[in-house]
């Protein structure tokens, strides 16, 4: 891996692989929440179901006991209200049938319906008891009214020829002795069983989707961990790839070094192009001497250096400033040629210090001066600014004996210049605006200036 980040990979590439991976496990996360949400959703609507099978046993067998209530009251009373409520109940409410309905009957409910099925064969065949002792009951009470299907009853011989109030007794008898509860336990038996398979089947049902879960949620921890280290993994290898060589660069060319060839292939691309550029504009600068290429009177680039200056030129990476010192001339007549030059002699140094090592100071005429701004693709307009401010600051002090002076300054960015002689008359006609303007000014060539 060592050997592999020495010689330079593509970031591009490396990118391009670490976005498919983290959006592949970004996909299996999202996938695996959709499915969390499935299981939890299919474990509600089968604890649904279940509940309503359930509801549906207690209801089958309150129904039941709510019909023998009635046989029962009708038998010993003879209160036709019972015999009404009973009938209902068995024709009109049906609770029993509903409930036998409301089963959502599948491969796992099959058995708790045969059950709850069983019950209701079993309450359907104790009803025949039933009708027997409410004749019985209607024959001895002498009523007339009753529903048709316990006209279709027929009494045995025996019980047809009993007393009125041994009929009462014989009805009582039936729906209230042990075969009549046995009956009935038959009945409760089923449904406890088909209640016993609901539970065995919610038991079921949650062990398998909680079986479900725990895996969709291992699946997310996963994908979720493999995620969260491959974002640590992209954070790292930008950083040690991009981030770092980016920095070291900037320190290096603070110091004016050539760059370290490190990191991706693309910055080591940059890095490559940038220290060309600087073996030659180093080159560039030292194979001019200092007495054929400095003036003598202020030790800036004299007018033969800033044609080497400016025929090497990175336009892309450097701005020109030109500037005079305002009404010159008048401070020639006035205070004679010796403190003229003292005062360009000031100028030159108020900017050495204010100015760059990097930057170039020329002398191109008599108070004529141009500043090249190196390495400056991405200056700040106010910083610019704040210089002139600075130099003007100087100038104006008096305590050296000098005058006080100021200067106008035309500045050009040249990235937008065509070719260097674009670059100086760009440069002279912002400097001239600034003059136009009342001196003591500057001027940045823009659009506005075309």
Same mark, same amino acid.
């Given at each position: 891996?060592?050997?592999?980040?020495?010689?330079?990979?593509?970031?591009?590439?490396?990118?391009?692989?670490?976005?498919?991976?983290?959006?592949?496990?970004?996909?299996?996360?999202?996938?695996?929440?959709?499915?969390?949400?499935?299981?939890?959703?299919?474990?509600?609507?089968?604890?649904?179901?279940?509940?309503?099978?359930?509801?549906?046993?207690?209801?089958?067998?309150?129904?039941?006991?709510?019909?023998?209530?009635?046989?029962?009251?009708?038998?010993?009373?003879?209160?036709?209200?019972?015999?009404?409520?009973?009938?209902?109940?068995?024709?009109?409410?049906?609770?029993?049938?509903?409930?036998?309905?409301?089963?959502?009957?599948?491969?796992?409910?099959?058995?708790?319906?045969?059950?709850?099925?069983?019950?209701?064969?079993?309450?359907?065949?104790?009803?025949?008891?039933?009708?027997?002792?409410?004749?019985?009951?209607?024959?001895?009470?002498?009523?007339?009214?009753?529903?048709?299907?316990?006209?279709?009853?027929?009494?045995?011989?025996?019980?047809?020829?009993?007393?009125?109030?041994?009929?009462?007794?014989?009805?009582?008898?039936?729906?209230?002795?042990?075969?009549?509860?046995?009956?009935?336990?038959?009945?409760?038996?089923?449904?406890?069983?088909?209640?016993?398979?609901?539970?065995?089947?919610?038991?079921?049902?949650?062990?398998?989707?909680?079986?479900?879960?725990?895996?969709?949620?291992?699946?997310?921890?996963?994908?979720?961990?493999?995620?969260?280290?491959?974002?640590?993994?992209?954070?790292?290898?930008?950083?040690?790839?991009?981030?770092?060589?980016?920095?070291?660069?900037?320190?290096?060319?603070?110091?004016?070094?050539?760059?370290?060839?490190?990191?991706?292939?693309?910055?080591?691309?940059?890095?490559?192009?940038?220290?060309?550029?600087?073996?030659?504009?180093?080159?560039?600068?030292?194979?001019?001497?200092?007495?054929?290429?400095?003036?003598?009177?202020?030790?800036?680039?004299?007018?033969?250096?800033?044609?080497?200056?400016?025929? !090497?030129?990175? @336009?892309?990476? =450097?701005?020109?400033? #030109?500037?005079? %010192?305002?009404?010159?001339?008048? &401070?020639? +007549?006035?205070?004679?040629?010796?403190?003229?030059?003292?005062?360009?002699?000031?100028?030159?140094?108020?900017?050495?210090?204010?100015?760059?090592?990097?930057?170039?100071?020329?002398?191109?005429?008599?108070?004529?001066?141009?500043?090249?701004?190196?390495?400056?693709?991405?200056?700040?307009?106010?910083?610019?600014?704040?210089?002139?401010?600075?130099? !003007?600051?100087? @100038?104006?002090? =008096?305590?050296?004996? #000098?005058?006080? %002076?100021?200067?106008?300054?035309? &500045?050009? +960015?040249?990235?937008?210049?065509?070719?260097?002689?674009?670059?100086?008359?760009?440069?002279?006609?912002?400097?001239?605006?600034?003059?136009?303007?009342?001196?003591?000014?500057?001027?940045?060539?823009?659009?506005?200036?075309?």
């Amino acid at each position: 891996m060592i050997q592999f980040l020495k010689n330079g990979i593509s970031h591009r590439l490396v990118h391009l692989w670490l976005v498919i991976i983290i959006v592949f496990f970004s996909g299996t996360v999202v996938f695996a929440t959709f499915r969390l949400a499935d299981t939890f959703l299919d474990t509600m609507e089968a604890s649904r179901q279940n509940s309503e099978l359930q509801n549906a046993a207690h209801e089958l067998m309150n129904a039941s006991d709510y019909l023998t209530e009635q046989v029962q009251r009708f038998s010993i009373d003879g209160d036709t209200r019972f015999l009404e409520q009973y009938f209902v109940e068995a024709f009109q409410s049906k609770r029993r049938e509903d409930a036998i309905s409301k089963m959502n009957v599948n491969e796992r409910t099959e058995a708790a319906y045969q059950s709850l099925l069983e019950a209701m064969n079993g309450s359907v065949q104790l009803m025949e008891r039933e009708y027997y002792a409410m004749r019985l009951v209607i024959e001895a009470k002498g009523i007339e009214a009753y529903p048709e299907v316990i006209g279709s009853v027929a009494l045995s011989e025996a019980d047809a020829a009993l007393s009125s109030e041994e009929k009462i007794r014989r009805a009582t008898e039936m729906v209230l002795d042990e075969e009549y509860y046995d009956q009935k336990d038959g009945i409760r038996e089923a449904v406890q069983e088909s209640l016993a398979e609901v539970e065995r089947l919610t038991e079921s049902i949650v062990d398998e989707k909680m079986n479900s879960l725990r895996r969709e949620i291992t699946i997310v921890r996963v994908a979720v961990v493999i995620q969260a280290a491959l974002i640590f993994f992209l954070i790292w290898l930008t950083t040690r790839l991009a981030i770092k060589p980016i920095m070291r660069a900037v320190d290096e060319i603070k110091e004016d070094r050539p760059l370290t060839e490190e990191g991706t292939n693309e910055f080591r691309y940059l890095a490559a192009a940038y220290n060309r550029m600087y073996e030659k504009n180093k080159s560039s600068i030292e194979s001019l001497s200092y007495i054929a290429s400095h003036d003598e009177l202020t030790g800036a680039y004299n007018r033969a250096g800033y044609d080497l200056l400016l025929s !090497n030129l990175d @336009l892309n990476s =450097t701005y020109m400033m #030109l500037l005079d %010192v305002d009404n010159f001339k008048t &401070i020639n +007549d006035t205070y004679g040629h010796e403190t003229g030059d003292k005062i360009l002699a000031k100028l030159v140094t108020v900017m050495n210090r204010v100015f760059r090592d990097d930057d170039c100071i020329c002398r191109i005429g008599g108070d004529e001066f141009v500043v090249f701004l190196m390495h400056s693709g991405e200056i700040r307009h106010r910083i610019i600014e704040s210089k002139i401010a600075q130099i !003007n600051q100087e @100038l104006a002090k =008096t305590d050296d004996g #000098l005058p006080p %002076v100021s200067i106008s300054v035309g &500045i050009m +960015d040249g990235k937008f210049a065509k070719d260097s002689k674009d670059l100086f008359e760009k440069t002279d006609e912002a400097m001239y605006v600034s003059k136009k303007h009342g001196k003591k000014t500057y001027t940045f060539y823009d659009d506005t200036l075309q």
